[in-house]
């Protein structure tokens, strides 16, 4: 699993607001995430009912936000996560999840690429007029 900025977690585990903090995601980020079960875990709650976050939490809840961050729909994670949490032997669904999005944050990177190089093409052109002295040109409205 990934590590979370490596700093001590106490015993009792962080309050919410602390694993917000570190993990980079909002408290009500982490409350949807255990409400949608993305999490692999229980997590832990104090004897008045706060949540307590341990490394083991912080972990997955940053497997989730990159998984997010690279489009992977709430449904998969689930379904990902109820894996995970299930243990052993179904390394081959894992496997086949992971691959299948893998393929398609492929593809959106490829479309990424072609964007950029028509981004590029365009300051190409207007660093060109704009060297060449015809900024004026540049599609500007034209007096009817």
């Known amino acids: 699993m990934l590590e979370v900025k490596s700093r001590q977690i106490p015993a009792a585990g ?24 993305l999490v692999v875990t ?18 997955w809840i940053k ?30 669904e894992r496997l086949a999840l992971m691959t299948a999005h893998r393929a398609d944050v492929l593809a959106k990177i490829a479309e990424l690429r072609e964007n950029l190089k028509a981004i590029d093409h365009k300051i190409d052109v207007y660093r060109g007029r704009l060297a060449a002295g015809d900024a004026d040109q540049l599609w500007a409205p034209r007096a009817g």
């Open 63 to 92: 497997v989730c936000t990159r998984l997010r961050a690279t489009g992977m729909p709430i449904r998969a994670i689930k379904r990902y996560a109820e894996l995970v949490s299930a243990g052993h032997g179904n390394e081959h």
């Open 14 to 37: 962080l309050s919410i607001a602390e694993a917000a903090r570190r993990t980079g995601v909002s408290a009500h980020t982490l409350r949807y995430y255990e409400r949608a079960g």
């Open 42 to 59: 229980t997590v832990d709650r104090t004897a008045g009912g706060r949540r307590r976050y341990r490394q083991l939490d912080l972990d």
